[in-house]
């Protein structure tokens, strides 16, 4: 007789190889014949005949890098006159009189730029989104026909306009233009290049295949261009959900508005450079698609839109559910793994088999595919999947949490990723302001680290050398998220101690040196 918790072990992990045959899925899909791209608009026509463009930057405490996302605004290629710019900002620090100094340090002929404030954070982006479009009191609405957008952390190109507008000019069917996200400090450390692994096939695999197969994409919250007319037309921007950008782009195609994805353009952003961050944005976006999934996902599969369409849009929305299994996995490891030791089964082997080939497989193909689409070298590739593979292991917890929360129906704060304008190396987060705490949950992710140790030990013992290393993939993933998390923690203790030492050792001025400072 099977023991139970190796059946519910192995009947976990056939649930999951559904995640990876949906990756391979999806990487068949790039087979498909892309659709011919609109060229950029050039300098030499009219431009009085462009349309009227509203930038929104919202912004809040962002100290380290809202004068560089300004300035960037600012220099888009494209008429003043048919180009004004909202500073979307709710700030509670010095971040607004950033902003002030830096408009006011704006040159002659620039496009106008408003600083808007608002009465309350109520809503938080998705209401200063909604604000700008609308208008208040003494604060007038959006006037562009189509709304880019851009996050803090972004730097768009000058010529981001001519490049993203074509398709919306060209079809009115199309209410929004997507754009890829670049890395401005890919190789800040071992964490921002997984990061930037992990958004390339994101972006490069599933952005292009969902296009390919005229299925549901999503609006990244960040380096897009949306029709104003079609945010109206879907219901408006509603801070319902954490990812009210996720939130928007399945009720605008729902409503049957279409979405365009252009690779070929790129928009540098600055990845999270501290565990904690990174943490805090996964968590976000876990429980906002989760959220989503239970606003709309009767709707979607209620929709006009074909049936593949309904199951891919649904898998898309429910795809953070995979962390629930991962985490109730991990749990299991060592008792299966005793189980195991004691009662040869005959059929783990295949079974193991049977994820390695079904489960994993497809998801590290996937991950390629996506460093070769954004130009990038396979080799290192390669060298940075087991990394990977540990890496989004180690987030189970810290996800499984959102998606429980979203489940149970319990609001909480957006809570925007802090930036640091950490760009090289020897750039880091200590000594910063808006550094994240950590609770409890780095002490829970070594529990399950060492849980997941123990289970590779014994699985070695018996000679069970897939499931020990398996095991061992997962103990390294925990153990890596823990560890990392405590780092600002160690870190700001380490820095007051040094400062204070050093505070000490400075020699005091005698009291007959300030007298003679003074005489003199």
């Known amino acids: 007789m099977i023991p139970l918790s190796v059946g519910?072990?192995?009947?976990?992990?056939?649930?999951?190889?559904?995640?990876?045959?949906?990756?391979?899925?999806?990487?068949?899909?790039?087979l498909r014949k892309p659709r011919p791209q609109e060229d950029p608009i050039t300098g030499g026509g009219n431009p009085t005949r462009l349309p009227f463009v509203t930038v929104q930057l919202p912004i809040y405490n962002e100290r380290y890098v809202a004068a560089r996302l300004l300035e960037a605004a600012a220099a888009l290629d494209w008429p003043a006159d048919r180009l004004e710019i909202q500073?979307?900002?709710?700030?509670?620090?010095?971040?607004?009189?950033?902003?002030?100094?830096?408009?006011?340090?704006?040159?002659?002929?620039?496009?106008?730029?408003?600083?808007?404030?608002?009465?309350?954070?109520?809503?938080?982006k998705a209401g200063a989104l909604r604000f700008g479009l609308e208008g208040g009191p003494g604060v007038p609405g959006a006037r562009g026909e189509f709304v880019a957008i851009f996050d803090a952390d972004f730097i768009p190109q000058?010529?981001?306009?001519?490049?993203?507008?074509?398709?919306?000019?060209?079809?009115?069917?199309v209410a929004l233009v997507q754009a890829r996200w670049d890395h401005l400090n890919r190789d800040h450390s071992a964490l921002t290049q997984l990061q930037a692994v992990f958004l390339d096939a994101h972006f490069g695999v599933e952005h292009e295949a969902r296009q390919r197969a005229n299925h549901v994409i999503n609006f990244n919250g960040t380096a897009g261009v949306w029709r104003t007319q079609a945010i109206a037309d879907a219901g408006g921007w509603s801070h319902e959900t954490l990812t009210e950008d996720l939130d928007l782009s399945f009720r605008a195609q729902i409503c049957g508005q279409r979405f365009v994805y252009l690779h070929d353009?790129?928009?540098?952003?600055?990845?999270?450079?501290?565990?904690?961050?990174?943490?805090?944005?996964?968590?976000?976006?876990?429980?906002?698609?989760?959220?989503?999934?239970?606003?709309?996902l009767i709707p979607l599969l209620r929709s006009r839109l074909r049936l593949g369409t309904k199951i891919e849009g649904?898998?898309?929305?429910?795809?953070?559910?995979?962390?629930?299994?991962?985490?109730?996995?991990?749990?299991?490891?060592?008792?299966?793994?005793?189980?195991?030791?004691e009662a040869s089964i005959e059929w783990a082997g295949w079974l193991d088999a049977w994820l390695l080939g079904v489960g994993i497989a497809p998801?590290?193909?996937?991950?390629l595919l996506g460093q070769l689409r954004a130009h990038h070298s396979l080799g290192g590739a390669l060298l940075r999947m087991p990394l990977a593979l540990a890496l989004g292991i180690g987030l189970a917890f810290n996800n499984t949490r959102a998606v429980v929360s979203a489940m149970l129906h319990r609001r909480s704060a957006f809570e925007r990723t802090p930036k640091y304008d950490a760009l090289s190396r020897s750039d880091t987060w200590i000594g910063k302001r808006y550094v994240v705490?950590?609770?409890?949950?780095?002490?829970?992710?070594?529990?399950?680290?060492?849980?997941?140790?123990?289970?590779?030990?014994?699985?070695?013992?018996?000679?069970?050398?897939?499931?020990?290393?398996?095991?061992?993939?997962?103990?390294?993933?925990?153990a890596w998220v823990g560890v990392a998390s405590f780092l600002p923690t160690v870190s700001e203790h380490l820095r007051r101690r040094i400062a204070r030492w050093a505070k000490r050792r400075t020699p005091r001025p005698s009291p007959t040196s300030i007298e003679e400072a003074g005489s003199a």
């Open 314 to 341: 649904a898998a898309h929305l429910l795809n953070n559910v995979t962390y629930v299994l991962i985490l109730i996995a991990s749990m299991l490891s060592l008792p299966v793994a005793l189980e195991q030791s």
């Open 87 to 124: 500073v979307l900002d709710d700030s509670t620090d010095d971040t607004t009189e950033i902003l002030r100094t830096t408009i006011d340090a704006m040159p002659d002929g620039s496009a106008p730029c408003t600083l808007v404030r608002r009465p309350t954070r109520e809503g938080y």
């Open 8 to 30: 519910l072990y192995y009947a976990l992990f056939a649930v999951l190889s559904l995640h990876g045959l949906h990756r391979a899925v999806l990487c068949l899909r790039l």
């Open 158 to 173: 000058r010529d981001f306009l001519r490049a993203a507008m074509p398709p919306l000019l060209t079809d009115p069917r």
């Open 363 to 367: 998801v590290i193909v996937y991950l």
């Open 437 to 478: 705490g950590h609770g409890i949950a780095p002490l829970i992710e070594l529990a399950l680290a060492a849980n997941c140790l123990a289970a590779c030990i014994v699985a070695a013992r018996a000679g069970n050398w897939s499931f020990a290393a398996f095991s061992a993939l997962f103990a390294s993933g925990y």
């Open 265 to 296: 353009l790129s928009v540098p952003a600055e990845l999270p450079i501290e565990m904690n961050a990174f943490k805090r944005q996964q968590y976000r976006w876990a429980k906002g698609s989760i959220e989503t999934a239970r606003r709309l």
